[in-house]
């Protein structure tokens, strides 16, 4: 018995996206990066600041001083996309190919019977390199903490 398709590990999520690739992912460009906080406009609230929306790139979470708009990249995809949490997390896995094992044998199993929506969707040069910036940084991190 399976449940591989309503399953989903958030923590796993938090720790494979970082906000730096949603910003990528969603086209939101910042417009001040200082060490480890990058600003950007609010993309939740009609504010005249291009800078409210706060991001700590070290504790990966998001903080707008305009509409206090909170929390990890699963809250900011579920209110950007404005979906529960759980789809939140799930199309995250998706875009980003986190569980990708899974992903395929889930692919297998309906490959029969719809084979359009098994095609993956592509990945962009931009999912990419910000993954692999990502990756870098944890492991300079790692590597410094030593
Ligand atoms: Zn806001």
């Known amino acids: 018995m399976s449940n591989g ?3 989903i590990d ?3 999520v938090k720790q494979s996206v970082s906000m730096e690739m949603l910003i990528i992912h969603f086209g939101l460009f910042s417009i001040e990066r200082k060490e480890d906080e990058v600003r950007l406009r ?3 609230h009609n504010g005249k ?3 409210s929306m706060a991001i700590n790139l070290t504790r990966n979470i998001f903080y707008c001083f305009g509409c206090k708009a909170r929390g990890n990249v699963i809250d900011f995809v579920s209110k950007y996309e404005d979906c ?3 789809e939140a997390a799930l199309r ?3 875009w980003f190919f986190i569980n990708s094992p899974a992903a395929e044998s889930r692919e297998v199993e309906t490959n029969s019977q719809k084979v359009s929506e098994s095609i993956p969707p592509p990945v962009t040069p ?4 910000a993954s ?3 990756q870098l940084a944890q492991l300079k991190k790692l590597i410094l903490s030593r």
């Open 5 to 7: 398709k309503d399953w």
């Open 10 to 12: 958030f923590n796993l």
């Open 132 to 134: 692999i910036e990502y």
């Open 126 to 129: 931009q999912h990419l390199i």
């Open 84 to 86: 529960s949490l759980r």
């Open 42 to 44: 609010c993309p939740f």
């Open 49 to 51: 600041s291009n800078n």
């Open 92 to 94: 995250l896995d998706k």
